[in-house]
Structures are given as structure tokens and as C-alpha cells.
């Protein structure tokens, strides 16, 4: 960290510049504030004991003023006596031991240094006592000038901490009100979506319905009987078995039609339901069908065993209907006998899925094919 002062390098995280001293992370207005705060409360405090200290050095002045007096007063009144006393001696000694003015002139001598002495001392005590006195003085007013100003300061401070709440309140009601609106944003954007969304499902539903009028392949696959037309798998009575009878023909009949009637007649005699014709699966639309996948017909001897077969055959697609499948032979014996070589089981799960899907669809259980 560089100091903005004098530029020397600092450890990050340091507070003050350990060349310059210089504040290097700002300072939050709070603790300045109460940084300023307890500089205004030791500055008091140094008022106080100023202000007691000037009490002290104006007696102690006012001492020394006395002093001065007392002093000359005392060595004034203290010369006298001196005086009287040398005049004293000289008269009972007589002048010739004593010399009444040089007696004089040396008491007045002595008596003027020692009060000379005595007030340039008391001057000199004097004038230390108003030099500290008016050094006391003007520290007060320096005290009372930067307590002013710190203040001063601190009412700034406070002031514009006082904004910076205020600030900080707005911010937060404008953040609030910013994100409702990002909400409200993103509320109608979800919605602008969604609408969007409905109006490109509206497009594609059309497009959808005019692909499948002409290709009906993309509709709806259901398994169609010749005779019975639509098969549904779900309406099938439980325990009713489904033949599909079909008749490989070509230019000579193989099979009397009066004999495929009596087949027919004698399958639902006995409680087999019989679709006579192909059943196929057709993809079907509203405006259209197309015939897709597999068909269950005249040339499925051939198509669905492998390997291939001839007509007459017998297709059962359940195991557990082996037994029913012999019963079916013998009900149709009547318009062609059917080989028991030519009866298959064939297992749906090895068969191709179109073949899948046209089982599940009809629920065929058994495909009968006389003819050739």
C-alpha cells in the first residue's frame, strides 16, 4: 500500500504510514466523530487545569508585587537603625575613631546595594511571574481557540453524519423501490414470455393441423378392421378372444364363401369375436388417414413366420393359447382343414415394432388365413 503523503511502501491492511505518519485507510465518520468527542473532553479538562494554573501564577504575582514592597520597606526602616547606630558610636568614641561621613557613606552604600540587591530580585521574580503568567494566558486562549474549533469540527462532523443517514435512508427506500421494480420487470417480462409462448403454440397448432391434413402419417395411430372399422383395445370385454379371419383368394376361389360363412358362424357360437377382412393401422387426423405400418391379411403366412409360410395358416400371439388355437382349427375345419404344421406362435416381444404397435392397438389374439 502506497502512502498518498510521501509515497513510501506500507503493509496492506495498515492504518498510518510508518514513515510520515500519515492516515493511509480513511475513517469512518462515526469514529471520527467520537475521536472528536474525546479530544473536545481533554481539551476541557486542560482548560480546567490552565485556567488554575493562571489563579496560581496571578497570587503568586501578586505575592511577589508585595514582596517587592515589604523588602524595600523592611531594608529602608532596617538602614535607619544602622545609620543611628554608627552616629551613636562615633559620638561616644569621638570622631577620631569614628568618621561620621565615611560611617554615613558607608551605610548609605551598604544600605543601597542591599535594597538595590533586594529589587532587582523581586524585578526579576515580578517579571518571571507575568511572563508565565501571560504564557499561562495565552495557552488558555490556544486551549479555548482549537476547543473551539474542534467544536466547531464536530458539529460539522455530526451534521454530516446526520446526512449521511438521511442519504442512506433515501438509498434504501430507493433500493426498495429499484428491486420492486426489477420484480414488476420481471414479472411482465415472464408474462411478455408466456404470452409469446402462447402465441407461437397458437402458430405452431396451425401449422401442426395443415402439415397433418396433407401428410396424416404425423396423426393419431389406431388399428382399423374391415368390418368392424376403429378398434379399441380398452373396450375389449375381459376373457373375450379377438380372430381375425381372412381369405387368400385369387382367380379361383379356393374357399366357398357359404363354407367361410359357416367358419364364422361357428367361431362366434362359440363365444369368439370374428373381424372378417384385413386389420390394419391407420394414422389418422381430423381431415384425413393413411394406412402405416403392418397389416394382419391374406399374405401374413408369409410375412410375420419365418421362415415363410403358405396359406392356410394360424397366427396366436399368447402362449396360453395354444389350446384355443387347436379349438379354432377345428371350428373352421368346416370351410378348410388347416394342418397342425401350419399353426404358429409368435412371440410379440421378437417381433418388429410396427408389428408391436398393430398388436397392441387391434388386441388380436389370433389370425386365421384359409384360401389357395
Known amino acids: 500500500m502506497l502512502c498518498q503523503n510521501c509515497s513510501s511502501g506500507n503493509p496492506d491492511g495498515q492504518a498510518f504510514c510508518g514513515k510520515c505518519g500519515h492516515r493511509l485507510i480513511a475513517e469512518a465518520i462515526g469514529s471520527l466523530s467520537e475521536r472528536l468527542a474525546r479530544i473536545e473532553q481533554q481539551l476541557a479538562a486542560s482548560q480546567n487545569k490552565v485556567s488554575q494554573q493562571n489563579l496560581e501564577l496571578e497570587t503568586a504575582a501578586n505575592a511577589m508585587d508585595r514582596v517587592k514592597k515589604w523588602t524595600t520597606l523592611f531594608l529602608y526602616f532596617a538602614g535607619i537603625p ?124 396451425k401449422g401442426v393441423e395443415d402439415i397433418q391434413t396433407i401428410y396424416p402419417i404425423f396423426g393419431k395411430r389406431i388399428a382399423r378392421s374391415a368390418t368392424r372399422g376403429y378398434v379399441n383395445p380398452k373396450e375389449k370385454p375381459p376373457g373375450t378372444l379377438y380372430v381375425a379371419l381372412d381369405l387368400f383368394l385369387r382367380h379361383t376361389p379356393t374357399v366357398s364363401d357359404v363354407k367361410a360363412g359357416d367358419a364364422v358362424a361357428a367361431l362366434r357360437d362359440h363365444k369368439f369375436t370374428v373381424m ?97
Open 82 to 205: 544602622v545609620a543611628i547606630g554608627a552616629l551613636v558610636l562615633a559620638l561616644m568614641f569621638g570622631k577620631g575613631t569614628f568618621d561620621l561621613h565615611s560611617i554615613a557613606v558607608n551605610a548609605k552604600t551598604s544600605v543601597n546595594g542591599v535594597l538595590e540587591q533586594a529589587r532587582t530580585e523581586a524585578l526579576n521574580a515580578e517579571s518571571t511571574a507575568r511572563g508565565a503568567l501571560d504564557t499561562s494566558k495565552q495557552v488558555d486562549a490556544n486551549i479555548k481557540a482549537t476547543q473551539q474549533a474542534v467544536s466547531g469540527l464536530k458539529n460539522q462532523v455530526d451534521a454530516r453524519s446526520a446526512d449521511v443517514q438521511n442519504l442512506s435512508a433515501q438509498l434504501d427506500t430507493s433500493r426498495r423501490q429499484l428491486d420492486a421494480l426489477a420484480t414488476k420487470v420481471t414479472a411482465q417480462e415472464a408474462q411478455f414470455a408466456h404470452m409469446t409462448e402462447q402465441v407461437k403454440a397458437v402458430q405452431t397448432a
Open 276 to 372: 372378417v377382412g384385413p386389420v390394419y393401422m391407420e394414422a389418422r387426423t381430423a381431415n384425413s388417414s393413411q394406412n402405416v405400418g403392418m397389416d394382419l391379411d391374406d399374405s401374413s403366412c408369409s410375412s410375420w413366420v419365418k421362415p415363410a409360410a403358405q396359406p392356410p395358416c394360424i397366427l396366436y400371439f399368447r402362449a396360453s393359447l395354444k389350446d384355443s388355437a387347436i379349438e379354432v382349427r377345428n371350428l373352421v375345419k368346416v370351410a378348410q382343414d388347416i394342418p397342425n404344421d401350419r399353426i404358429f406362435y409368435l412371440d410379440p416381444a421378437k417381433l418388429d415394432t410396427d408389428q408391436q404397435e398393430l398388436l397392441n392397438l387391434s388386441a388380436i389374439d389370433f389370425l386365421v388365413v384359409l384360401g389357395q
